[in-house]
């Protein structure tokens, strides 16, 4: 394996198992922030060592123990040491035979299976405290349980990449100058944070599901990482009909995704998309969630996604309740993205003319104003008009605003279609 693809298995790996290193060190340090540089270090370390000792057979493991190793010497350089231990207890003996610096791997005390599920968990709602504000537990529970780059987190909350820098370092030495503890509350403490975990947890998922910047245009570990953690609320709050509605969203999405792009990664629309390819064991979860879920926002939006999974066709598509459910759900959380949906499925169920109505009280929105889908549904509702030449001009803006190289590319391919008369 030459160097380069050894650097690309450690950054893969990387990526992946960040969240769960993250995890497990903070339940020894009780440092958010420190847990995320002591998981750099052992990134640094597979660097510098597997280029010359090989890729282990188990790098997340490898990573794990390492950051695991360095976390609990960093404990016992403490003069607090004899508290820290009592502290931590089992996850000190979890690591007590992990390996050092060197070359080999982990040996199997330290790679035997943990509960994850658990430090994933207490991770999300220390993230989610309240001593934080919304915005910033947001933030940082992208940046470390799903991975994100500070880009990839401006953009998924349509503001700046400085801003989000500095409300993740803010949070972190806000945690640490709290005193946060690392756990998952109870009572009313655990149900005034549970819809930061429910906004954190479907902004993951939609990271993956149409990914922001990059060459890919579906990310599905991060998918696959953002449903995992919403089936283990519905385990950890089985009476909270959001939770259920979240799951059941996020299943009924999940099941596109192997249509969702072409044999070369290229995106493949809603309407183009082969259902057979959709996975039907994930969308009967989603209506089981479904009927447990409630009528909040992500409840509503499970009904949208179950209307799309019910039809066999494109075009047998319920249009008219899809946008009844959207106007149910602008009215109970007001939003222009949020609206800009319920244009297109208006315009679906009465017309381009009525879509591009609502599209026109949207054009002056500052939270739209470097919003690519903007433009690119506009496009959409002037091309079904004939309206080509103006079609091709907003399919453009569109492409120039987008990050995603694989979406810039089909709002390109869309502008020459409209160009050249062809639909």
Excluded at 85 to 93: D, F, S, T
Excluded at 114 to 140: G, K, S
Excluded at 185 to 195: E, I, T
């Amino acid at each position: 394996m030459t160097a380069g693809s050894v650097t690309e298995t450690v950054e893969a790996a990387f990526r992946i198992e960040s969240p769960r290193i993250i995890a497990a060190v903070t339940r020894i340090v009780r440092d958010v922030g420190l847990a995320e540089e002591l998981a750099q270090d052992a990134l640094l370390a597979a660097l510098e060592q597997w280029p010359e000792s090989g890729v282990p057979d188990r790098p997340g493991a490898w990573l794990t123990a390492t950051a695991k190793h360095r976390a609990v010497d960093l404990v016992r350089r403490r003069e607090t040491y004899a508290r820290k231990l009592a502290e931590v207890g089992r996850a000190l003996e979890d690591v007590s035979a992990v390996p050092g610096d060197g070359p080999s791997s982990p040996g199997p005390e330290a790679s035997a299976e943990e509960d994850i599920d658990d430090d994933l968990l207490r991770l999300i709602f220390t993230a989610c405290h309240p001593v934080l504000p919304t915005h910033a537990r947001i933030a940082l529970t992208l940046r470390l349980l799903g991975g994100l780059t500070t880009p990839e987190i401006a953009r998924a909350f349509l503001t700046s990449e400085k801003t989000v820098a500095q409300r993740i370092v803010r949070a972190k030495r806000s945690l640490a100058e709290s005193g946060v503890t690392f756990e998952v509350p109870g009572g009313p403490d655990r149900d005034a944070r549970l819809s930061s975990v429910l906004e954190v947890i479907y902004l993951v998922f939609n990271e993956g599901y149409s990914a922001t910047s990059g060459e890919d245009w579906v990310r599905p570990a991060l998918c696959e990482e953002a449903l995992r953690l919403a089936r283990v609320l519905q385990g950890l709050m089985p009476a909270e009909a959001e939770v259920h509605g979240l799951a059941a969203l996020l299943e009924f999405q999940a099941s596109r995704i192997p249509a969702r792009t072409g044999p070369g990664g290229e995106p493949v629309l809603l309407a183009d998309q082969n259902r057979a390819r959709w996975n039907r064991l994930l969308m009967r979860r989603g209506l089981d969630a479904l009927h447990r879920a409630g009528r909040g926002p992500y409840s509503l939006q499970a009904a949208i996604a179950a209307c799309h999974a019910q039809a066999v066709r494109y075009d047998d598509t319920d249009w008219t309740a899809i946008a009844t459910l959207y106007g149910q759900l602008t009215a109970l959380t007001p939003s222009p993205v949020i609206e800009l949906n319920r244009a297109v499925a208006v315009s679906m169920a009465r017309g381009p003319a009525a879509g591009l109505e609502i599209l026109d009280a949207l054009e002056d929105e500052p939270a739209l104003k470097d919003y690519h889908l903007l433009p690119s549904v506009r496009g959409d509702l002037l091309e079904r008009q004939g309206r080509t030449d103006e079609a091709r001009a907003e399919f453009e803006r569109a492409a120039s605003l987008a990050r995603n190289v694989r979406e810039k590319e089909l709002l390109l391919a869309r502008a020459a279609r409209s160009a050249s008369g062809r639909r």
